[in-house]
Every structure is written in C-alpha cells, then in structure tokens.
C-alpha cells in the first residue's frame, strides 16, 4: 500500500500515482524500459533552459547593445525548441508510461511492450492503450478501462494487489509472466460472484418469511372451532 495519500476526486493525482506504480510493476517482472522518450523530452527542455540562461547572463554581462543580434537567434532557436518538446509530447509520446521489452522464451526473442494511458474529465475510469509485438514481429492493440477505486481505497490509499491482477489478466504478456496475479483476479471475481449469490440467497429467505408467516396466520384464522359434545 501506498505511503502517500491522496485526495479520491483528483483525477490527475489518481493517474499519476497509477502511471508511476505500472512501470514499477513491470521493471519487477524483468521488462526492460526504455527511456528513448523521456530522454529526447528531457534534452530538448534543458537546452531550452541552458540558452535561455545564457541569453539572460550575455545580457546581465555586456548589455543590450552588444548582445542584440545574438538574443535574436536566442529567442529564434527557445521558440523553436519549445514547438518540437510540445510536439514531442502529444504526438510522439502521447501519454506512453511505459515503453520496454522482455525476453521472453516462448516467443523465442525479445517481445515490444508499450502502455500510454489517458482519462476523460469527470469520468473516474484509468484507461490504457496497450501494444504488443510478438516474437515474430506482429503487432496487437489492445484498450482496456477500470475505475480508478478499484486499486484506491476510501481514503486516498494506493493498493498495489488489485492493480496487478488487474493488468496481469488483461494482458496476457503480462500474464504470462505473472501467472500468481493472472489467477487471482479470477479467484478474487469467483469469491466476488459467490458473495453474491449468498447474500442475494439471504435476502430471499428475508424476503419469503414474513410471506410464510402471514400464510400461517390466515390458515390459523380461518380455522373453525371444534364443537365439544357433552
């Protein structure tokens, strides 16, 4: 379980405590991530940075007149930087959490795993947009949804089991490699649906004995008295 709580209705606190435990999950499982994304958005954010900070020193240093002609290129070259991080992020990356491979034996090579993970405002609902290649280089695409309480508890706790089991069966690489928590998220729904069907059992009979007691009561009152001979 989580150390840190967080508030239940913050959808952006909800997803990026999810999106920080899936590539955890996974890296225990011995995927390999791959920080080619997040290394490319990185580089070209700090350089944005680096010559912004230089441009303001020169200035600082040796004035406007001396550094003009040189803060014009400056702020040509942030400006075109920061278009390409922004494009970077929401057409390159788009929302990917996580990006790796794994050996595995099976397939006989490396298998591509990617998860880019996404919500919709007021809908508390973690969705993920999953894509697999296998051995042989064919690519799957898979999307799947779950409420964000089903591995959040009421007070803001993150709970790392269901999460798993959830992935672990909706993702059959995944499942693979984690068959514990593939089968159980199917023991845990079995147990679920056997709770049901009791309680539901139990409210029946609830519902039948007042309907067995009043059957009683009007057998009882319709029965005639018995004449005593004398």
């Avoid at 004035?63 to 040189?70: F, I, N």
């Avoid at 280089?137 to 799947?144: A, M, P, R, V």
């Avoid at 959830?166 to 998220?185: K, M, R």
């Amino acid at each position: 379980m989580a150390t840190q709580k967080i508030a239940v209705y913050s959808l952006p606190d909800l997803k990026n405590t999810t999106d920080d435990a899936l590539p955890n999950y996974l890296i225990s499982l011995k995927f390999k991530q791959s920080h080619f994304l997040t290394d490319v958005r990185l580089a070209l954010g700090y350089t944005a940075v680096l010559i912004a900070a230089t441009t303001f020193y020169a200035d600082y240093q040796l004035g406007w007149e001396k550094t003009k002609a040189g803060t014009f290129w400056a702020v040509l070259i942030y400006f075109i930087l920061n278009g390409a991080l922004t494009f970077w992020i929401w057409g390159v990356e788009k929302g990917q959490v996580f990006v790796g491979e794994l050996e595995h034996s099976s397939e006989g090579r490396c298998v591509q795993l990617s998860i880019a993970s996404n919500v919709t405002k007021h809908t508390p609902l973690y969705n993920l947009t999953v894509r697999h290649t296998n051995g042989k280089g064919e690519e799957t695409k898979t999307q799947l949804s779950a409420p964000f309480s089903r591995w959040f508890d009421v007070n803001g706790f993150f709970v790392a089991k269901p999460f798993q089991q959830w992935l672990a069966s909706e993702i059959p690489i995944i499942g693979q490699v984690d068959p514990h928590n593939s089968t159980g998220e199917l023991d845990a729904t079995k147990k679920t649906n056997e709770n049901s069907i009791s309680t539901k059992q139990v409210e029946q009979q609830k519902l039948d004995a007042p309907k067995s007691s009043i059957s009683s009561n009007i057998t009882l009152g319709n029965a005639k008295p018995r004449k005593t001979k004398r």
